[in-house]
T-cell receptor, first 115, second 114 residues
Framework: GAVVSQHPSWVICKSGTSVKIECRSLDFQATTMFWYRQFPKQSLMLMATSNEGSKATYEQGVEKDKFLINHASLTLSTLTVTSAHPEDSSFYIC???????????FGSGTRLTVV | AQSVTQLGSHVSVSEGALVLLRCNYSSSVPPYLFWYVQYPNQGLQLLLKYTSAATLVKGINGFEAEFKKSETSFHLTKPSAHMSDAAEYFCAVSDRVNAGKSTFGDGTTLTVKP
């Protein structure tokens, strides 16, 4: 139980285009999901908290107009990197919080490369 | 505010030797503490978590960690390293209200020598 699926696992896009990453909780409902970013050989940095049916909460320094988050259902949150640039290349990881247990599950991550 | 310090960005042990990965935390409220493992180009897998029950927590793959409030530590140990344990390990802290919103340490790369 508590499986989180993230898609795609890797994506290459051209500079200036937009990329959408999906995070799905497969066997539970997640009212809250989290989006992290990880640079090579570095730790995870929380970007935003995605709340079902309401606006996401962004961490300081994260551009909400660049990283669009939508959490339209209890099992799906999406992160769209708009007008991507090479500096947006990174590993993006989502996690979903179950409401009935203390803890949360991470997706397998998405490697984004902007060329 | 919460923070995590992982002492030692790289740890190298021989196969069969004790694994000790250090983690110290700072939290103004009672914390939840986690250890995760990450293999290259993969997401994080939870090894174990402390959520105010037993201070000695046993996790998967033979790992365990002990919560020591007096030392603000949550070190990860395994009695005998396997080659498959080579990976990146992250310690994380959250508070009990926002259990899903964690602050991560910088990670420790574990190398296991044959």
């Amino acid at each position: 139980g508590a499986v989180v699926s993230q898609h795609p696992s890797w994506v290459i896009c051209k500079s200036g285009t937009s990329v959408k990453i999906e995070c799905r909780s497969l066997d539970f409902q997640a009212t809250t999901m989290f989006w992290y970013r990880q640079f090579p050989k570095q730790s995870l940095m929380l970007m935003a908290t995605s709340n079902e049916g309401s606006k996401a909460t962004y961490e300081q320094g994260v551009e909400k107009d660049k990283f669009l988050i939508n959490h339209a259902s209890l099992t799906l949150s999406t992160l769209t990197v708009t007008s991507a640039h090479p500096e947006d290349s990174s590993f993006y990881i989502c996690s979903a919080a179950r409401t009935d247990i203390y803890g949360y599950t991470f997706g397998s991550g998405t490697r984004l490369t902007v060329v | 505010a919460q923070s995590v310090t992982q002492l030692g960005s790289h740890v190298s042990v021989s196969e069969g030797a004790l694994v000790l990965l250090r983690c110290n935390y700072s939290s103004s409220v009672p914390p939840y503490l986690f250890w995760y493992v990450q293999y290259p180009n993969q997401g994080l897998q939870l090894l174990l978590k402390y959520t105010s029950a037993a201070t000695l927590v046993k996790g998967i793959n033979g790992f365990e960690a002990e919560f020591k409030k007096s030392e603000t530590s949550f070190h990860l140990t395994k009695p005998s390293a396997h080659m498959s344990d080579a990976a990146e390990y992250f310690c994380a802290v959250s508070d009990r209200v926002n259990a899903g919103k964690s602050t991560f340490g910088d990670g420790t790369t574990l190398t296991v020598k044959p």
